[in-house]
């Protein structure tokens, strides 16, 4: 029981640090501003990984404004907020792999110079953020959801660059709607564990 306290009262002193909060501003800044360079940048390339990035860097914004939103609130609360999330990001991964069926269908080969350029970029800002955010990963559901959000932005743009470099040397779309399909699976993947956690911590 002290423990569960103790664990509670940790996480409540450093979700309200000065730290957190100035990390979660950038990180909604810098998210926002990615969301709008790869909506523009996949729609031009006819990228569907691009665009499934971009999708994301918007979800994670508002992930972010939400968790400014509820830092000083509740665990219930923020264990409320964090399930609103898990769901959006199941949604999210859901959405690209619909995306990458249709493109499947009637999707162009896409521009790869432009995909391994916009893929580096949004890696640069997904690790920077991932970085400062790393020694939160293990708070709360609303911390952790926060957390798997940048690492997995991360991961999923070390994809977009390997698929620039598979469009480029087989002239196809395939290694571009394959990384959008593996995209969707690591968000979905992260949005159980959020649900998950937030279910959990809703029952204390």
């Not at 950038?26 to 998210?31: F, K």
Request: aromatic share 10%.
């Amino acid at each position: 029981m002290a423990k569960e306290c103790c664990d509670s009262g940790c996480n409540s002193n450093q979700l309200l640090t000065p730290r957190y909060r100035k990390i979660l501003w950038i990180a909604l800044v810098v998210n926002f501003s990615m969301f709008l360079v790869e909506v523009f940048s996949g729609f031009n390339a006819h990228s569907v990984s691009l665009m499934s990035d971009a999708i994301d860097f918007f979800g994670d914004a508002m992930n972010y404004g939400i968790s400014l939103a509820v830092l000083s609130m509740s665990l219930m609360w923020r264990a409320r907020a964090a399930l609103f999330k898990g769901l959006t990001m199941g949604v999210f991964g859901l959405f690209v792999l619909a995306s990458a069926a249709w493109s499947l269908m009637h999707g162009k080969v896409p521009e790869p110079y432009t995909m391994g350029i916009i893929g580096m970029l949004a890696l640069v800002a997904n690790v920077s953020v991932a970085i400062m955010l790393y020694a939160y990963r293990e708070g709360d559901a609303n911390m952790q959801s926060v957390w798997l959000c940048s690492r997995n932005d991360a991961i999923g743009n070390v994809a977009v660059m390997l698929a620039a470099l598979g469009v480029f040397g087989s002239g196809s779309a395939w290694p571009d709607l394959l990384v959008a399909a593996i995209m969707a699976s690591l968000g979905i993947s992260a949005a159980t564990q959020v649900i998950k956690k937030a279910q959990a911590e809703m029952r204390l």
